[in-house]
C-alpha cells in the first residue's frame, strides 16, 4: 500500500527512480504502469492528468546496454542495439529482406508445389527423408464449424503421420463453466494463436495475413520476406516447436492429446500450465540470444579474426550487415511481455521531430499507447479501417456491430486529441478501397530530419487488449541502415496511406458513422475483447 501511495503522489519521482536501475525494462514497465493507472483513475473522461505531458520522463527508461558500442562491428552504431539485451539479434544483409505490397505478391512467394505430393515423393526414395511438416493453429478459431483447417489437415495426417505435426493452442483463460457456456466464434475472444509466420527451409515471411482466400486477393495486410536467413529460420522453428509442445496435438481419428508430461491447458492446473509454457518459450529466446551473442564474439572479437576477403576465401560469401532483425514476443497469458516492453520504449524514445505512421486493421490501442501517444514528442499518423473496409462489416448479428463499435472508439480518441490540442501532432487517416478490406498493422519510424524509415515491427499484432494481454503474438523489429531498404519500407507506407483520407470532426457527422445508443453503450464493456 506504501508503494501505491508513493507512485499516486509523486509519479515524476517513481520512474526516474526506475530510471536508475539498469537492464530492469520489465520493472520499469510494470511499475510504471502501475502509476498510469493510478493517476488516471481520478478524471479520465475529458482530459489526461496534468503529468501525461510528461510521459517521456514518466515512461519506462531505455534498457541499459550492458556492453559498450562495438568499434570493430557494425552493430555498434545503431541507436535501438539495446534491444538485444532482450531478444535476439540477427544481423543480414539487406539483400536478404524484401518487403511485398500486395495480396497477388504474397501469393505468388506462398506458391509451392503440392504439399502432399512433395510428401509422397519423400517416401519414395531410396534414404530416409528429414522433410517435416510442422502445422501450428488456434484450437477454437481452427476448429470452428464442421467443416475447418481441423478437418481439412486430417487426410494428410492420416496419410502422413510420421512426417505430420498438427498443433492445436487452447489458451489457459478458457475452461470451467466459460469453455461449456460461450459458443463457437465467440470463445475466440478470451484468447488465440495468432502468430503468423511461414517458414520455408531457411526462408521465413512474417505478416499479419492468414491463408484464406480473402488475403491471397482483396484484404490488404504487410508482408515481409526473409530469404536466405537461417539464423532466424531456426528461431521461428523453435519457437512454433516450443509452442506446439504445450498445445493440444491433433491425432489420425479427429481427437486431440497433451504432449507426454506436459500439463493439459484447460483441464490441468492452469498456474502450472503456464509456468511450463513460459520455461519452454523463453528457453528458446534465451538460447538463441546467448546463440547470436557468441556468434557476434567469434566474428567481430576473436583473436584470429579474418578479414573479409580471408573470409571469402574460405567460403563464407556473405556480406557484412546492414540491417538488424529482432523477434519481439508477446505471449502475457504466459507472462512474456516482449513486444509490448519494446513497443512503449520506442514510442517513448521517439523525439521531438521524429515520425511515427502506425498503422491497424483494428483501432482500439491500449491505455499505455494511447497515453504515449498523446502523451510524447513526435509526430504521429495513424492510419486505420474506415467502416466499410473493415472486415466485420456487413456481418449476421452481434458482430455486425463491431465496426460501429470502433467509429465510437475512434471518435473518442480524436475527441481527445482535440481537447489537449493536439491535431497538428497526432492526425488519424481512415484507409478505403472499393471491394476491399483492411488488415494491415504495424509502425514505421521516420527520425527527426530524415525522411526515410529506420525501423519498423511487422508481425501480427494489432496495438489493442487482445494483442497485448490475450493472444500470442510475435513480430519483428526490422532496423536498417541500407537506403535501397529504407525505400522500399518507405515506399510500402507511402502506398498504403495513399489510399487513405484524414480525418476530421466532419467525418463523423456522415450518416455512415452515426453509431447507435447500445452500441455506445455496450463498447465500453467488451472492447477488451475485440
Same mark, same amino acid.
Given at each position: 500500500?506504501?508503494? &501505491?501511495?508513493?507512485?499516486? &503522489? ?10 536508475l ?10 511499475? /510504471? ?25 514518466l ?10 558500442p ?18 535476439p ?13 500486395s ?21 519414395q ?14 484450437f ?37 463453466l ?114 547470436q ?87 504521429y ?15 449476421? /448479428?452481434?458482430? /455486425? &456491430? ?7 472508439i ?87 496511406y495513399?489510399?487513405? /483520407? ?29
Amino acid at each position: 500500500m506504501a508503494a &501505491a501511495a508513493t507512485a499516486a &503522489a509523486g509519479p515524476v519521482f517513481w520512474r526516474r527512480l526506475l530510471g536508475l536501475l539498469p537492464g530492469r525494462p520489465g520493472l520499469a514497465a510494470l511499475l /510504471g504502469r502501475l502509476s498510469d493507472r493510478l493517476g488516471r483513475n481520478r478524471d479520465r473522461r475529458r482530459r489526461r492528468p496534468p503529468w501525461l505531458l510528461l510521459a517521456p520522463l514518466l515512461s519506462p527508461a531505455v534498457p541499459h546496454v550492458t556492453s559498450p558500442p562495438c568499434c570493430l562491428c557494425p552493430e555498434g552504431v545503431h541507436r535501438f542495439q539495446w534491444i538485444r539485451n532482450l531478444v535476439p539479434e540477427f544481423g543480414v544483409s539487406s539483400s536478404h529482406v524484401r518487403v511485398l505490397s500486395s495480396p497477388a505478391e504474397f501469393f505468388e512467394l506462398m506458391k509451392v508445389d503440392c504439399l502432399e505430393s512433395t510428401l509422397e515423393e519423400s517416401l519414395q526414395t531410396k534414404f530416409p527423408s528429414d522433410l517435416r511438416v510442422s502445422i501450428l493453429l488456434d484450437f477454437t478459431r481452427g476448429s470452428r464449424g464442421r467443416k475447418n483447417s481441423r478437418t481439412m489437415l486430417l487426410p494428410l495426417l492420416q496419410r502422413f503421420p510420421e512426417q505430420v505435426r498438427v498443433s492445436l493452442f487452447h489458451t489457459p483463460n478458457l475452461r470451467g463453466l466459460l469453455r461449456l457456456l460461450i459458443p463457437e466464434r465467440f470463445n475466440e475472444t478470451i484468447g488465440l494463436q495468432h502468430i503468423k509466420v511461414y517458414l520455408f527451409d531457411n526462408s521465413v515471411v512474417l505478416s499479419g495475413a492468414n491463408l484464406s482466400d480473402s488475403y491471397f486477393t482483396n484484404r490488404q495486410d504487410r508482408y515481409v520476406f526473409l530469404q536466405d536467413c537461417p539464423e532466424i529460420a531456426d528461431f521461428f522453428t523453435e519457437l512454433v516447436d516450443a509452442v506446439g509442445d504445450v498445445s493440444l496435438q491433433l491425432q489420425g481419428d479427429d481427437t486431440v492429446q497433451v504432449v507426454e508430461g506436459m500439463v493439459h491447458p484447460y483441464k490441468g492446473d492452469r498456474a502450472a500450465y503456464c509456468k511450463a509454457a513460459n520455461k519452454r518459450v523463453m528457453d528458446v529466446i534465451n538460447s538463441a540470444r546467448t546463440r547470436q551473442q557468441m556468434l557476434h564474439a567469434q566474428t567481430f572479437h576473436s583473436n584470429s579474426l579474418l578479414t573479409q576477403e580471408d573470409a571469402a576465401a574460405a567460403g563464407d560469401q556473405r556480406p557484412a550487415p546492414d540491417t538488424w532483425i529482432y523477434p519481439l514476443i508477446q505471449m502475457k497469458p504466459f507472462e512474456i511481455q516482449i513486444d509490448e516492453i519494446v513497443t512503449e520504449t520506442l514510442l517513448t524514445e521517439a523525439e521531438r521531430g521524429a515520425k511515427v505512421y502506425l498503422t491497424t486493421g483494428y483501432f482500439n490501442l491500449t491505455q499505455a499507447y494511447m497515453d504515449l501517444v498523446l502523451g510524447t514528442r513526435a509526430e504521429y499518423q495513424i492510419l486505420l479501417a474506415s467502416p466499410e473496409v473493415n472486415g466485420f462489416f456487413g456481418a449476421k /448479428g452481434v458482430a /455486425g &456491430a463491431i465496426p460501429a463499435a470502433y467509429v465510437h472508439i475512434e471518435r473518442q480518441f480524436y475527441s481527445e486529441v482535440c481537447s489537449l490540442g493536439q491535431q497538428e501532432r497526432v492526425q488519424l487517416q481512415e484507409y478505403w478501397r472499393r471491394g476491399w478490406t483492411f488488415h494491415a498493422k504495424g509502425l514505421w519510424l521516420y527520425l527527426a530530419g530524415s525522411s526515410l524509415p529506420c525501423l519498423t515491427l511487422i508481425g501480427s499484432p494489432n496495438f489493442g487488449y487482445r494483442s497485448v494481454h490475450r493472444d500470442l503474438e510475435a513480430q519483428i523489429a526490422i532496423v536498417t541502415e541500407s537506403r535501397a531498404l529504407q525505400q522500399q519500407l518507405h515506399q510500402e507506407q507511402a502506398q498504403l496511406y495513399l489510399r487513405s /483520407g484524414a480525418v476530421s470532426s466532419a467525418t463523423f457527422e456522415q450518416p455512415s458513422r452515426q453509431v447507435k445508443l447500445w452500441v455506445k453503450m455496450v463498447t465500453p464493456l467488451i472492447k477488451n475483447f475485440f
